[in-house]
């Protein structure tokens, strides 16, 4: 089994920064895509950003040249450096990863998601 944690989410005022991280562990044998979605009250999940194993990283409208991901193979982590956050960023933030494992088989995993609240 493979487990996603997330951490560093909160409360903060607009205009402010957060830095969202997530480290995997369990049984890996290699990553493939990591990225991070969020969900707000009433909405669908929608795709933040995506990196794949070689740094490429792929983002969301919302959130093109506000927000920031990057990742460490070594350590299966990938961060998410968001800046001059707006209220509308406001929702949970969850972490997913492709994950091979010993069957060669790859298999999609979520973490339990961490709440981003941009209010004054």
């Known amino acids: 089994q493979v487990q996603l944690v997330e951490s560093g989410g909160g409360l903060v005022q607009p205009g402010g920064s957060l830095r969202l991280s997530c480290v995997a562990s369990?049984?890996?044998?290699?990553?493939?895509?990591m990225a991070w979605f969020r969900q707000a009250p009433g909405k669908q999940r929608e795709l933040v950003a995506v990196?794949?194993?070689?740094?490429?990283?792929k983002y969301g409208d919302s959130v093109k040249g506000r927000f920031t991901s990057s990742r460490d193979n070594a350590k299966n982590t990938v961060a998410l450096q968001m800046n001059s956050l707006k209220p509308e960023d406001t929702a949970v933030y969850y972490c997913?990863?492709?994950?091979?494992?010993?069957?060669?088989?790859?298999?999609?995993?979520w973490g339990q998601g961490t709440q981003v609240t941009v209010s004054s």
């Open positions: 997913n990863a492709v994950v091979v494992g010993p069957d060669s088989l790859s298999r999609a995993y």
């Open positions: 369990g049984i890996i044998d290699s990553i493939n895509t």
């Open positions: 990196i794949n194993r070689g740094g490429l990283t």
